[in-house]
């Protein structure tokens, strides 16, 4: 993991990064957790639905959503609890929900490997 971390840019992925890491996703790739915080009409939408692996945590359920213990986090969102060091990548529409929500994780909550999709969901779709 530390060699990919290392291909962030200032704690941003690319979409070609992102793409990539989507495609390798197996049980021996390296595990991460892809967070959509849009809200939940925004990920449910037609034009930029939720991306292929990701979660929805709308940003206003973010703080709530990750002061649960684990087994309440796995029971409200279906996955595990990330771990404080494993790799955590967000977006939203435009980048500024996904910048907010990673300045969140790593502050507040501790998270080191907090990654910023910040072309987002109107990128991933142009």
Sequence with gaps: ??????????????????????ESSSPSSVKYF??????????NGIFHPILPTAVNIPI?????????DDEDFKSQLGIEKPKSDD???????????????????IEEYGYSNVI???????????
Excluded at 87 to 105: D, F, K
Aim: hydrophobic fraction near 40%.
């Design 1 to 22: 993991m530390e060699e990919l971390l290392k291909t962030f840019t200032n704690g941003i992925i690319s979409k070609k990064q992102l793409k990539e890491l989507i």
């Design 60 to 68: 206003y359920h973010l703080e709530p959503i990750f002061e649960m």
């Design 116 to 126: 910023n999709y910040r072309g987002s969901a109107h990128d991933w779709y142009s």
């Design 87 to 105: 790799l955590i990548i967000v977006y939203c529409e435009h980048g500024i929900r996904s910048a907010m929500a990673q300045q969140v994780l």
């Design 34 to 43: 892809l967070f959509d915080v849009r809200s939940e009409q925004e990920a």
